[in-house]
């Protein structure tokens, strides 16, 4: 058994941490320990997180100082050889600790271990797949061209790694994990374990839900990233880009509420196919049905919107 150290910032998450943690605590790995860091949450997130009477759990309170900082505080009071880090909103399937920490032992050349994501509402209920991607090895090319881990609270990563490339940057939320694959995959393999194992839950009030900050700290990553890599991969920036605005657009859509939000994923989606004009012929349907529901989303009111997709869907479901 190898001790585990599994890192969960919070903050104002009194909906979600007791799930969050079951979904820890009932790890078919059980040698963890999990240090909740609760950043200065003004609910009742501690006193919900400490009813839980379990000797693996430590939670340590500090003032409010961003998710990056709440991370970097956790890595400080780790001991474990492994370190993984969860959103306090987030779900992992009971296997996703020992799937990934045998992945990394077979493949002693790896450094981070990730498994596919899928994406859950509110509620907790199933939304869609992620990418389910499975990329090993020297994966740094395939991160400059798309964030495949996807989120924060994927990644099993050896410890020693961390140490090696430094601390989350608190500058650049909501994109700091990307950032720190890319500096770990610069450096270290990954090692993919091809099954859903982490459910990412969309709330209007994510941090990443932020476009117009997602967009500028993204872009601001990106150039610093592609600054760095070598002439060879400088092709893939335009391409990088092109995937980085499809992700926006996606997410501008997520609620699909206002006009605004619908003119914000339009925006989006224009430089989205500007940059990698491929996305039209790899992704026509799909490209197609998220143009018709932006120009839905703008013409007509939320509710009428909504009615028309629902209606025009209908025999697409039946069929």
């Not at 890319?182 to 009030?205: N, P, T």
């Not at 839900?209 to 991969?233: C, H, V, W, Y």
Request: net charge neutral; aromatic share 10%.
């Amino acid at each position: 058994m190898s001790l585990v150290s599994v890192i969960i910032p919070c903050f104002n998450a009194e909906k979600t941490i007791q799930s969050t943690l079951e979904s820890v605590l009932v790890q078919s790995h059980g040698d963890l320990e999990i240090i909740v860091i609760n950043d200065g949450s003004q609910d009742s997130s501690l006193e919900k997180a400490s009813q839980i009477n379990d000797p693996r759990l430590q939670i340590f309170s500090y003032p409010n100082s961003g998710v990056s900082v709440s991370r970097n505080r956790g890595i400080e009071r780790a001991k474990g050889d492994y370190i993984s880090f969860l959103d306090a909103d987030d779900l992992w399937t009971a296997d996703k600790l020992e799937s990934q920490l045998k992945a990394l032992r077979e493949t002693p050349q790896a450094a981070v271990a990730y498994s596919w994501t899928d994406y859950i509402d509110e509620s907790g209920k199933f939304l869609y797949p992620g990418s389910h991607l499975s990329w090993s090895g020297d994966v740094f090319a395939k991160l400059l061209f798309k964030n495949f881990i996807e989120n924060g609270s994927n990644p099993l990563i050896r410890r020693s790694a961390l140490t090696e490339v430094g601390e989350f940057d608190a500058s650049l939320p909501p994109v700091e994990d990307w950032d720190m694959w890319l500096r770990l995959a610069a450096r270290y393999h990954f090692v993919a374990v091809s099954r859903s194992q982490v459910l990412y839950r969309m709330s209007a009030d994510a941090n990443s839900a932020n476009i117009a900050n997602m967009e500028t700290q993204g872009l601001k990553m990106l150039d610093r990233a592609f600054s760095l890599a070598p002439d060879s991969l400088q092709y893939l920036r335009k391409s990088s880009l092109g995937n980085f605005y499809q992700y926006l657009t996606f997410r501008s859509l997520t609620r699909y509420g206002t006009r605004q939000e619908c003119l914000v994923a339009g925006r989006c989606f224009v430089k989205a196919i500007a940059n990698n004009p491929q996305l039209l012929r790899r992704q026509r349907k799909l490209m197609l049905i998220v143009w018709v529901k932006i120009v839905l989303g703008i013409i007509l009111s939320p509710q009428s919107a909504r009615f028309l997709l629902k209606t025009l869907n209908k025999p697409a479901e039946s069929s």
